[in-house]
């Protein structure tokens, strides 16, 4: 069947008569993009949507390229768990209550380039309340023997990076950066550009070649697509550009939609992918590691959320017969989940994706779902020893702040996060 998508990581649209891979992005309306799902995706709810208030670190002046603000060392041979914490969604998951045993890395978000190279620090709060939050995580986390990084861009953003990285504003921006850590301690970046075009290769390995060569302690990671096992081939690029990161963490969450020639499928499956479900974890890793990407710098996906698809879908690997995804990330979080829609009754286990999964005959829930895709306790150990088995570097997780369960008694409010320290951190 013919299909158009984007090239992976080229970003050029391509036909062919196998199956297409697509997914969420963006702030505008978390519109469908080819290879490339986001972590910075504002959601259904419209939370954390442009750049936001106007605090910031402005065009080039001074700056400080050493310290990180008193983190931890980072341990370039220890498994990570790196988990993003976003501002707008702050109120659901308290600094205070973060639960700490399941990390490695405070992924905090979002700081935002400017088309001059100058930085947006709001995090989608305000010119105060952004950096308030900001400085509040690093400290916390430092207080518990963390790493604080703060990610940069997100969806939405590819033209502001394209600016900011070029030749005639890469020293500012730099500069910027560099000063962005002295400001706030943070111990490293996360450069959250989507999607990396072809056409963007070069600026992009000179703004990490600069950042490495101007802060060479500190850590720097790179979000990257999932791939599509129709189309598995990665760029060489990524192999190319792996020495300059701590982490290569593929996005490996909201793999699967109504698109044409697929299935009913998980979100996140493990294993399993096939023809018409060409998605899983270890399809995307083997893509990465097929393309130079050392396995100890590469980890996996974990969204702290689910997908909720209408009928007449009840099950993975269905027909997808007129039925959509209904809501996902920030809607579907995974404390919604469990307050609306779980039922010991209604949850099925599929061997083949190593995943969970709610099944019901007639809608359910404000959302009107009959099958969620979704992470739970058991699948997160699953990708711990899939991690673990194939000598891969760790784990991100889209978003910490999805994850909390308030209701639930003093020390059962993270369940998630306490499977993240057993599957990923305990030996």
Request: proline share 6%; hydrophobic share 40%; net charge negative.
């Amino acid at each position: 069947m013919d299909w158009r998508a984007l090239d992976l990581v080229s970003g050029v649209e391509i036909r062919s008569t196998v199956l297409p891979m697509l997914t969420r992005t963006s702030f505008l309306g978390c519109l469908l993009v080819a290879l490339f799902a986001a972590p910075a995706c504002g959601g259904d709810d419209g939370d954390g949507g442009g750049q936001g208030g106007s605090g910031g670190i402005g065009g080039g002046s001074g700056g400080a390229g050493g310290g990180s603000g008193g983190g931890p060392p980072v341990g370039t041979g220890e498994r990570w768990v790196s988990g993003y914490y976003v501002g707008y969604q702050q109120d659901l998951y308290p600094p205070s209550e973060i639960a700490w045993s399941g990390l490695t890395h405070l992924m905090i978000g979002r700081v935002v380039p400017r088309a001059d190279g100058s930085l947006d620090t709001s995090l989608d709060l305000g010119p105060d309340a952004g950096p308030d939050l900001a400085r509040n995580l690093v400290q916390l986390a430092h207080e518990h023997g963390k790493a604080a990084v703060v990610m940069l861009g997100g969806a939405g953003e590819h033209e502001a990076w394209v600016s900011a990285a070029s030749a005639a504003n890469r020293a500012t921006f730099v500069q910027n950066l560099l000063q962005l850590r002295a400001d706030f301690g943070f111990d490293g970046f996360d450069l959250d550009w989507e999607p990396i075009e072809v056409a963007d290769q070069a600026d992009f390995r000179a703004l990490a070649e600069a950042l490495r060569d101007a802060a060479p302690d500190a850590v720097l990671t790179l979000p990257v697509g999932w791939v599509n096992a129709n189309a598995p081939e990665v760029e060489a690029f990524y192999g190319e550009i792996a020495p300059l990161f701590d982490q290569i963490n593929v996005m490996s969450y909201s793999m699967a939609g109504p698109w044409d020639g697929w299935e009913s499928w998980h979100s996140s499956a493990l294993t399993g992918h096939g023809p018409t479900t060409p998605s899983s974890v270890e399809s995307s890793i083997d893509g990465y590691l097929s393309a130079g990407v050392p396995a100890a710098k590469l980890g996996v996906g974990i969204g702290f959320y689910g997908s909720c698809w209408s009928a007449p879908v009840t099950a993975p690997g269905m027909a997808v017969d007129g039925a959509t995804i209904v809501a996902d990330d920030n809607v579907m979080s995974f404390t919604r989940i469990m307050d609306n829609y779980y039922a010991p009754e209604r949850r099925l286990w599929d061997e083949t994706a190593r995943a969970p999964y709610l099944s019901y005959p007639s809608p359910q829930g404000a959302q009107g779902c009959t099958f969620i895709s979704y992470e739970d306790e058991a699948s997160i150990l699953e990708k711990g020893e899939f991690v673990r088995g194939r000598g891969l570097g760790g784990a991100i997780v889209w978003t910490i702040n999805e994850g909390y369960l308030p209701d639930r008694p003093e020390g059962q409010r993270s369940p998630l996060m306490q499977a993240l320290a057993e599957a990923f951190l305990h030996e």
